[in-house]
Nanobody, 123 residues
Framework: QVQLVESGGGLVQAGGSLRLSCTAS????????MRWYRQAPGKQRELVAA???????NYADSVKGRFTISRENAKNTVYLQMNRLIPEDTAVYYC?????????????????WGQGTLVTVSS
């Protein structure tokens, strides 16, 4: 079985910073893309940032210059450093990982989601 565990959410004042972490564990053979999504109340889930296995990144326009995605492959972990937070960043943040896992002596592709971590930015 594979598990994604997120941490780092919380309450912060506008202008502050938070760092989210997401670690994958289990029968993982390899990990390719790692992403952060967020979903604000009453809104659709949106892609915030993504990082490929080679390290290339892309960001939503709304977070460019404020958020940084990074990964630590040896730990199967992806991070999201969030600076200069604004109230509009308030949402549940989810990590999303593409991976190949081993299952009963076979390999298969899996797109896994974390449980979500709440980020609240007060004005």
């Amino acid at each position: 079985q594979v598990q994604l565990v997120e941490s780092g959410g919380g309450l912060v004042q506008a202008g502050g910073s938070l760092r989210l972490s997401c670690t994958a564990s289990g029968s993982i053979l390899s990990i390719s893309a790692m992403r952060w999504y967020r979903q604000a109340p009453g809104k659709q889930r949106e892609l915030v940032a993504a990082i490929a296995s080679g390290g290339s990144t892309n960001y939503a326009d709304s977070v460019k210059g404020r958020f940084t995605i990074s990964r630590e492959n040896a730990k199967n972990t992806v991070y999201l450093q969030m600076n200069r937070l604004i109230p509009e960043d308030t949402a549940v943040y989810y990590c999303n990982v593409d991976m190949v896992i081993t299952e009963t002596a076979r390999y298969r592709y899996l797109e896994a989601w974390g449980q979500g971590t709440l980020v609240t930015v007060s004005s």
